[in-house]
């Protein structure tokens, strides 16, 4: 394997697990206040990438061209997702609160929306997939050399999850809101005491969940092509990042989406190096095996995971570390 090309696929996985921290992160700050596993997370990471195909290519992208078109996108797409979740909490998952059997009617309505969402989709737009192309200010390499192509558009989805990822951190742990968020997801009862106005800072914290799944799918939308189905594998590696990193806990998604991203990407070279690898029979493992090896092994590192540690690497029973 050429250095050139070890590179490449770290720089992959970089990508990669920048979008998996911030999907996870959403997933993670809802259960760890709500108690909510929340299965529809795919379906809003995928309705916010038609939001933003919608925004970029039908409204402004025929006007002010490509470029503004994508900025008005991604500038767009959390607001729209934000009210979208806040709408639903509201009218929705209030209505199972403090009833019986709460987290499992929480369980069946998210997965309810994870079927509805995707053929409202198809209704709405159509069942063909929808280009959603770079914007052409992004369309060059920053690096180039051999087979290492550092691009400009996925080294600004690094460095966007990066802003991201240090703004919920001030957000979480610097805010008044944070701090009524953390002590929820301690105490719920106790903020309730206190006179703080619970529902409020629940619709607030779903809410920014579905805007980080949203964000995260316009985010990516360039780099495939926009598709009801797009949100059903990513959904399942969301789970495995969030149940390594540990339920509930903000640094956990964090280091958990970094790891898996680069085990992921790095799996495919361990069939184009010098070394043989065989099964139990002596029969040779391809490099075809082990391209398609990497979900596999996000599998593999979340039982062990799970064995060794119950609730991930950073994971506290109900609160953030």
Do not use: C
Not at 14 to 38: T, Y
Not at 148 to 159: C, K, P, Q, V
Not at 213 to 230: Q, R, W
Request: net charge neutral; hydrophobic share 55%; charged share 10%.
């Amino acid at each position: 394997v050429e250095f050139s090309e070890f590179v490449q696929h770290l720089f992959l996985g970089l990508v990669q697990g920048s979008f998996w921290v911030l999907l996870a992160l959403g997933l993670s700050i809802v259960f760890g206040l709500m108690g909510i596993i929340n299965f529809g997370h795919g379906a809003f990471y995928m309705l916010g990438a038609y939001v933003g195909y919608t925004v970029s290519n039908l409204i402004f992208t025929p006007i002010f061209g490509p470029n503004v078109g994508f900025i008005m996108a991604i500038a767009m797409v959390p607001v729209v997702m934000f009210g979208i979740g806040m709408v639903f909490e509201k009218y929705v998952i209030s209505n199972i609160y403090n009833t019986e059997n709460e987290r499992f009617s929480g369980v069946l309505i998210m997965f309810g929306m994870s079927i509805f969402l995707p053929d409202f989709v198809r209704l709405i737009w159509g069942r063909p997939g929808k280009p959603f192309n770079i914007p052409p200010m992004f369309q060059f390499s920053l690096l180039k050399t051999g087979t290492l192509d550092i691009t400009a558009y996925r080294s600004f989805t690094i460095i966007t999850a990066a802003v991201l990822v240090a703004l919920l951190w001030v957000l979480i742990y610097r805010t008044n809101l944070g701090m009524m968020i953390r002590a929820g997801t301690n105490n719920n009862t106790m903020v309730k005491v206190l006179g703080i106005n619970v529902s409020r800072i629940w619709r607030l914290t779903f809410g920014l969940g579905i805007a980080l799944a949203g964000f995260s799918g316009v985010m990516i939308a360039p780099l495939f092509a926009v598709d009801a189905t797009m949100g059903e594998l990513i959904l399942v590696q969301t789970f495995i990042v969030v149940v390594v990193g540990g339920m509930g806990s903000f640094i956990g998604p964090v280091i958990g989406g970094l790891i898996l991203g680069q085990l992921w990407a790095l799996t495919p070279l361990v069939g184009r190096t010098q070394y043989v690898v065989q099964n139990w029979t002596g029969t040779v493992i391809g490099p075809d095996f082990w391209e398609k090896a990497s979900d596999i092994l996000l599998f593999i590192v979340m039982a062990v995971i799970l064995l060794l540690r119950p609730r991930g690497l950073f994971g506290q029973e109900g609160a953030f570390d």
